[in-house]
């Protein structure tokens, strides 16, 4: 009969040896979710940062306000809407239209 006392004494070596081989395993999928789980912390950040973002109404801009001549708004007035039909564009005299079949 053996007589020697065993010691069960614990080192670091084997207190991660479990631990190693979980992220040998599962190293792949770890750094998966890692990434993800930051790219989700980055969107909530930012999301965060623009949607409590404070107007100061003592802001006074260094812009200042363009001007519009009278003919540029004529021009911007004669626009048509994207509710009114388009007419057909008429080719000059003597040319064919090289998309019409």
Known sequence: MDTSKKT??????SL???LGKVFKRFHFMIFFVFVIGCLAGAVILINNTLSSSST???????ISAGTIDQAT???LQSLHTSTESVPAPT???GRVNP???
């Open 73 to 75: 708004l004529d021009r």
């Open 8 to 13: 069960n004494s614990l080192t670091v070596g």
């Open 99 to 101: 998309f019409a079949e």
């Open 16 to 18: 991660f040896k479990p």
């Open 91 to 93: 080719l000059p005299a």
């Open 56 to 62: 100061d109404d003592s802001y006074i801009s260094s």
